[in-house]
């Protein structure tokens, strides 16, 4: 995986067919398979290069999600693009989004405590709404669960997560950016970024801001008929049904989701390289399959 890395572009964005080809010429594929049970998939080094885990999230929690993101319909639907420029195709433009059937408002935003813009952290603009501590409320279950899993899965991000949060707190208080302290002190997520979509089609692709050794978390609820993750420069396929957590390299693992019928709605946890880079956070090392099963043990 860490060779494989060293061959993608800086911001490698997984939409170039010509490149995937070559890639798959270059680190052929020894079979495919389809993932329907939990399972953690290895490299051939021992790096940790997929978790799956169907069913992780409960009702309770799928409820909480479907909530908070019909509170975000106004935000949501103001994201959606018209342009026929071609940068806007892979996000937000509409011919990825359908129309929904029970009246949820279909598109894309990001939330963030701290992203990172004109050189400094800012407080992404749906938490600067009124309705920002309420969106807070709402996601802290999920987060709290995302966090957990964080912390087995990848626990030098997990911890490095947790100080780069520390960082940007201090941050604020320096420059006396009160708003963006408490919403930071509201944010019950390791990850300093949540990506909400709602009947969104998602091409292939990698995510240019992410890091080679960090972790994704992706999630997905909805009334929708089953369909699969593809995720074909590893040759895995995943059942992505209702209640479904998955974490991989974004940054690596090319993915995507085709359209399904009924209503779908993907909450995916990640974090930007660049505001671990402002509060001078490493970014950390490969997570291991040993040293998962080590962790786990001191830390029970």
Known sequence: MTRYSEVLQKQERGVNPGHEEFLLTRY??????ILEHPAVVLDKFGLIV????????DAAIQNDML??????????GKSITRSTLPKDTCRTHKSNFQISEHGLTSGCINLSPGWFL???PVLSATLKSDNG??????MCRLAALVAAALRVMHSGLYWSSLTTQLGLGVWADTH???????RLREWASVF??????????TPLHRDALSRAQWFDIMTSIGGYTSVRMKMPNIGIEIAYNAGVMASASGGIVRHGVNWVNGDRVGWVWYMRDDIHEFVDVPRGDYSRYK??????????
């Open 67 to 76: 909530s908070a993101t019909m509170m975000m319909s106004g935000p949501l």
């Open 176 to 182: 006396q950016t009160q708003i963006m302290g408490t």
């Open 118 to 120: 004109q050189g400094h």
């Open 50 to 57: 997929l978790w799956y885990l169907p069913g992780a999230i």
């Open 291 to 300: 040293s998962v099963v080590t962790d786990v043990m001191e830390f029970a």
């Open 192 to 201: 300093t970024v949540v990506a909400v979509m709602c009947n969104r089609y």
């Open 28 to 33: 052929p594929l020894d079979h495919e398979i």
């Open 133 to 138: 501590a309420a969106y807070y409320r709402a």
